[in-house]
């Protein structure tokens, strides 16, 4: 009967423990040790490489159901600029609550760099249906489909966008995205107007992306939370003074999100091991007893 008993624990057990181990590696990081892979230094090092008149154009393709994945990224790729003093557009082509997302995390990071100013540092110009036919149009001039920014300010207004007309003013553009929209940015705006792409996806979405690396049609690639945790090392090793924001607690980021996923997956080893060893005890016992 014991065996019976440890074959049958308690769903609530795994839950719970789940729970546990999801909750304290964000309230008390661990720290895992995160070691960084090409595409994610491809990106890190062209952004190193832009200066204070380069223009990155950061695209928030993703919704709410993926930000866990998601925003550690683009909030990790908007720190990097902004501590270079590069120069930043943010834009939505997501539909649902894409530019949510983009709005609450130029606000929450641009806090952190009170000394730069909006319209000439960095510019949100909100979101446009239709993002095919918005990354063609904007290849032409972006205030073709952004008249105005997400404030309703005049692109003409504003010191950056009167010398950013179109894609030959930008250095680079980051899709972060959950669907197919970075796709389109690879295939479409890199290859159409030459302009370098680099993309951040869920890790569901990351096999597809290696192709478009291989043909060179992407320079850069952060994959799911493992992506953005590495992005984040190579920040933090670059830029100490960003530690103090990485280590406060209980502020969710892709290292800490990475600490959890980790003891997550090592309950979930351990249980199905353990679940392996009963059932070959419960066996042997069987036939041994003659009940097998």
Known sequence: MQLERLANIDRRVVYLLIAIGTTLPILLPIGFAVSTTPPVENLYHKIEGCG???????SFDYGPTTAPECTPMAEAVMRHCFSRGVKVIVLALFPIGGVTMAGETVENISAEYPHLRYGEDYVFLGY??????????MGVAFSGVFPRDQMGTALEELPLMQRVRNYENVSLIVSIATNVIGEWWANLVNAQFGTPVAVGCTAVSAPKYYAFLDTGQMLGLLG???????????ILDGYPELRRIYNRTGVYNA????????VDHAIIMIFILFGNIVYFLIRRRDRRLGTA
């Open 224 to 234: 799911g939370l493992k992506g953005a945790s590495e992005y984040e090392r190579l």
């Open 128 to 137: 446009k249906d239709g993002a095919q036919a918005t990354m063609k149009q």
């Open 255 to 262: 290292m800490k999100g990475m600490d959890a996923q980790t």
């Open 52 to 58: 204070t008149d380069d223009v990155v154009m950061i």
